[in-house]
Nanobody, 117 residues
Framework: QVQLVESGGGLVQPGGSLRLSCVAS????????MRWYRQAPGKERRKVAS?????????EHDGAVLGRFTISSDNPKNSVYLQMNSLEPAATAVYYCNAEDSGYNYWGQGTQVTVSS
């Protein structure tokens, strides 16, 4: 059974930082493509960053978060992270972990990030 369990969301003041975690199980993490998406209220879900734990494809970040968000993975822990710095209110959204493996797409339940003073 595939599981993607996100954690690390919460309320943070503008300029603050959060680190999201996603623990994966039930598929081959090393050969997968892992991504973070976010969905703000009333908007479409949008990809934020992607990484292949195998390292064969360079990781990517959406232009809107470039220089402030960093995706990384820890293969022995089957985990992917999103370090978010210099957060702005526009970053308020539900953040989802996504995995693609062997043509299948999997989603976590999402974690809420709220940036507000």
């Amino acid at each position: 059974q595939v599981q993607l369990v996100e954690s690390g969301g919460g309320l943070v003041q503008p300029g603050g930082s959060l680190r999201l975690s996603c623990v994966a199980s039930g598929f081959n993490f090393t050969t997968s493509a892992m991504r973070w998406y976010r969905q703000a209220p009333g908007k479409e879900r949008r990809k934020v960053a992607s990484i292949t734990p195998s390292g064969d494809i360079p990781y990517e970040h959406d232009g809107a978060v470039l220089g402030r968000f960093t995706i990384s993975s820890d293969n022995p822990k089957n985990s992917v992270y999103l370090q978010m710095n210099s957060l702005e209110p526009a970053a308020t959204a539900v953040y989802y972990c996504n995995a693609e493996d062997s043509g299948y797409n999997y989603w976590g339940q999402g974690t809420q990030v709220t940036v507000s003073s």
